[in-house]
Structures are given as structure tokens and as C-alpha cells.
């Protein structure tokens, strides 16, 4: 009987924080997300904001000084759309690791635009993971160095042009 | 008896179809092996660096390659074993602690990289689930988890209703445009073919808000009534799979269902 109520009182608790989560998520996301260190505490709040476009881009410094021109990194799901991505989408998992990741450097970007250097910024986790992946994209044998960019586009359907938001060092390769 | 007279057949129910989606989901990361290797792009050497904690050798024995690939086949077993006997009583004794521990180590290990809101929604099922399966043979406690997961369920509607209610676009009828003319969400014949229907665009926007936003009433409005929100909430999952590809959103969201239909018919 007392395993009973120990297990109601913690489902009643858990059902009780994520609704209070969910009510303030922006007042409590800052200390859920320094404790709650495996984000067990679901926050249901999907695409409540509209996401932006960004476009990942690198390119690489050759022996001799020369610069490549910059190359896309896809980090579009659709470039071929399929029906049994229904069921069966492992192409899904890259892409939405990319979109976190360039999604997060721009807002640290854009925080840290005025006030602090690129140095500083080279210092964050996001930056580091996001140098690590576009490092480790194949590349030529004369290349030295790697450099990547953030471009914000307007969509699918859009007559803006883009516009940099970010552009990084030069990283030995 | 069915899931919705009996709620162990109704967390049965909940148990295979959420293992569905586990076991999706592990063989998808397990065939993208190089993803986690060294030079991948959830490569431990950066992964490790979020935290201090993570550091720790414990941590890189853990959560590096290619002891984390065995746990994720570890998981996709337990899933696989659940789909069949969901409630086997060494399966499910066996099974669902696998699921939730291993399910926690992925979110230590790559949180909120890799990581979407069908991985949170499924650990939320399979904690309860793994609740219940401390006092098996309480009813009261099978009752408890399967209101915990139909309360979980509305929950998760009704906040992604209300927080789109305070967009401009949703409100204006061209959110579900909006989204999907995102290149790394929604495909571009989509996009454009919504930008030439404005008036579909409205009707799926408007459709999606008020459903969300109204979705709690699936537990009090009884049969046959329910089937509405059910009905919807099937082809609005089944859909985004179709088109965004988020297939596991799926499996995690359509578990909490039979729970639901329970919830309905045993009475508020």
C-alpha cells in the first residue's frame, strides 16, 4: 500500500512540474536546463515560433593562398522526398543536428554581436561542435584551412536575397 | 476485453506501440553508425565538452564509441521483445527499465543535438511505464499511469495550440505555410503548392490551432465524440510523417491513445 502511493504521489508530482513547466517555461528553462542535465522535463511548446532559414556554407584555403569557392552544407530534409520516409528516416538525423546547431550559433552570434569579439564565441561548446563538423567534411589534400559561413534566407518561396550572419576563422585541417 | 475496459490490455497497447517507435529509432541511429564515430557529427570529442561532468572517464567509457552503439542494439532488443510480448512479465520487467535507462543515457549523451520531441514524449511514456511495472498487479496504479499518460497527451496538444495561438502567422492562417517553406522542415512542391492555395493553407492552419488547442476535451466529451480528436490526431501525425518525415512523432504521440480511449470510457 505504501509502494502504491509512493507511485501515484510520483506520477501526480511529475504531472504537476510539467504543466508548471509548460505555464513558464521562459522564467524556468534557465535552471531546468542547468540541472536537468538529460532534458527528462518535456517542454510541448513545437514550432512555437516560426524557424528561420539559415544556410551553412564553407570553404577551404589551398597550400599555394588560393580560396575555394564556398560550398553548401545541405542541411535541408528534402532535397528527395519519399513516401516511406513515413515510416523509415534515418537521413532525418544529420540534417536536424546541423539546423540545432547553426540555429543555437546564431542566436549566441547575434547576442554576443556588439560587446564581445569572435574569440569569445570560438569558446562555446556550439561553436566547437560546429567547427568539428565542418572539419571533418572531406576536402581536398592541398587544403590548409577551413573557414564556414551563416547565411539567413527567406525560404522556398522568396524573392529576398540572403544575408551573412556569420562568418568564421580560418581552422587548420 | 479491450484497452478500453481493461487497462492492462490498454497498457499493453501503449507499451507496443510506443516500443514501435523505440525500436524505429534505435536501428535508424545504429545504420548511421559513422554519426557517432570520432569524426562524426555527434562524435563524443565534442559532445563530451557541454558539461564538465561529461569529461569524466565514467562518462567517456559510457557514452563514447562504440560502447554507446551497444547500448542503442541493447535498446533496440528491449524494444523489439516488447513489440511482441508487451506484457510478458520477465519482458516487461527486463524490457522497460532497458528502454528508460538507455533512453536517458542518449539524452545525457547528445541533449538537445539529435534529440526532437518525440525522444522526451517517449521517455514521459516508458518512465510511467516503468512505474507501473514496480506494482503490477495494483489496479490502481495501472489506472494512475494510464490517466498520467492521457493527461500527458492533451497536455502536449493543448500547449503547442496555445503557444501558436500567439503568433501572428498562425492566427492570420498562413503558419502551416510558414513551417513548411523552411528548406530543413517542409519540401519545396509543398511550400509552393500552399503558396497557391492560400485558402487550403488557412483551412490546414486553423484546423491544426483550434484541434490542438481543443484536444483535452477528447477525455470528456465521451464516445462516439472522442473519435473526432482521435480520428484527427491520426491523420495529423500520420501526415507529418508523410511530408516532414518525423515518422517516430508517430509512434510516441499515437501510444498515448489507447490511454486515452481508456481514460474516455472508464469516465472522468
Known amino acids: 500500500l505504501i509502494g502504491e502511493y509512493i507511485i501515484l504521489s510520483t506520477l501526480a508530482l511529475a504531472f504537476a512540474i510539467t504543466v508548471m513547466y509548460q505555464l513558464f517555461t521562459r522564467q524556468l528553462a534557465p535552471w531546468v536546463w542547468r540541472w536537468d542535465v538529460c532534458r527528462i522535463l518535456p517542454s510541448y511548446r513545437l514550432f512555437s515560433s516560426i524557424p528561420r532559414d539559415f544556410r551553412l556554407y564553407y570553404r577551404d584555403r589551398l597550400q599555394n593562398g588560393t580560396l575555394t569557392p564556398w560550398q553548401e552544407i545541405k542541411i535541408g530534409l528534402y532535397s528527395r522526398w519519399t513516401w516511406w520516409h513515413a515510416v523509415w528516416h534515418p537521413q532525418h538525423l544529420v540534417p536536424s543536428v546541423y539546423a540545432t546547431l547553426v540555429d543555437d550559433m546564431v542566436r549566441l552570434a547575434e547576442c554576443r554581436r556588439d560587446n564581445q569579439r569572435l574569440a569569445s564565441l570560438e569558446k562555446t561548446v556550439i561553436y566547437q561542435g560546429l567547427a568539428h563538423i565542418v572539419r571533418h567534411i572531406s576536402h581536398d589534400t592541398s587544403a590548409v584551412a577551413r573557414q564556414f559561413k551563416i547565411e539567413e534566407a527567406y525560404g522556398h518561396v522568396s524573392t529576398r536575397s540572403s544575408r551573412v550572419v556569420f562568418v568564421s576563422a580560418f581552422h587548420a585541417l | ?268
Open chain 2, 1 to 268: 476485453m479491450s484497452m478500453a475496459t481493461d487497462p492492462v490490455v490498454a497498457l499493453g497497447w501503449v507499451i507496443r506501440i510506443a516500443a514501435c517507435g523505440v525500436l524505429i529509432d534505435s536501428v535508424e541511429k545504429l545504420v548511421c553508425w559513422p554519426v557517432f564515430h570520432h569524426t562524426g557529427v555527434l562524435s563524443w570529442s565534442w559532445l563530451r565538452l557541454r558539461r564538465g561532468f561529461l569529461q569524466r572517464g565514467w562518462c567517456d567509457a559510457m557514452l563514447g564509441f562504440p560502447v554507446y552503439m551497444a547500448m542503442l542494439a541493447l535498446r533496440a532488443v528491449a524494444a523489439l521483445l516488447l513489440v511482441i510480448y508487451p506484457l510478458h512479465v520477465s519482458v516487461s520487467a527486463l524490457g522497460l527499465p532497458v528502454i528508460v535507462l538507455t533512453s536517458l543515457c542518449t539524452h545525457l549523451r547528445m541533449a538537445p543535438y539529435g534529440l526532437h520531441g518525440a525522444h522526451r514524449m517517449t521517455l514521459v511514456i516508458f518512465g510511467a511505464l516503468l512505474l507501473w511495472r514496480m506494482a503490477p498487479a495494483s489496479l490502481v496504479v495501472a489506472k494512475a499511469t494510464l490517466w498520467f499518460i492521457a493527461l500527458q497527451g492533451c497536455l502536449s496538444y493543448a500547449t503547442a495550440g496555445w503557444v501558436k495561438a500567439f503568433i501572428p502567422a498562425w492566427r492570420q492562417g498562413t503558419g502551416a505555410f510558414a513551417i513548411i517553406n523552411v528548406p530543413w522542415i517542409g519540401p519545396e512542391w509543398l511550400a509552393r503548392w500552399l503558396h497557391h492555395h492560400p485558402l487550403v493553407t488557412k483551412a490546414v492552419t486553423w484546423l491544426t490551432l483550434g484541434m490542438e488547442c481543443a484536444f483535452p476535451f477528447v477525455l470528456v466529451i465521451g464516445y462516439p465524440g472522442n473519435l473526432v480528436f482521435i480520428s484527427w490526431g491520426l491523420l495529423f501525425h500520420c501526415g507529418n510523417a508523410l511530408i516532414l518525415g518525423l515518422n517516430t512523432f508517430v509512434w510516441a504521440w499515437i501510444a498515448t491513445y489507447p490511454a486515452m480511449v481508456y481514460v474516455t470510457a472508464s469516465g472522468v
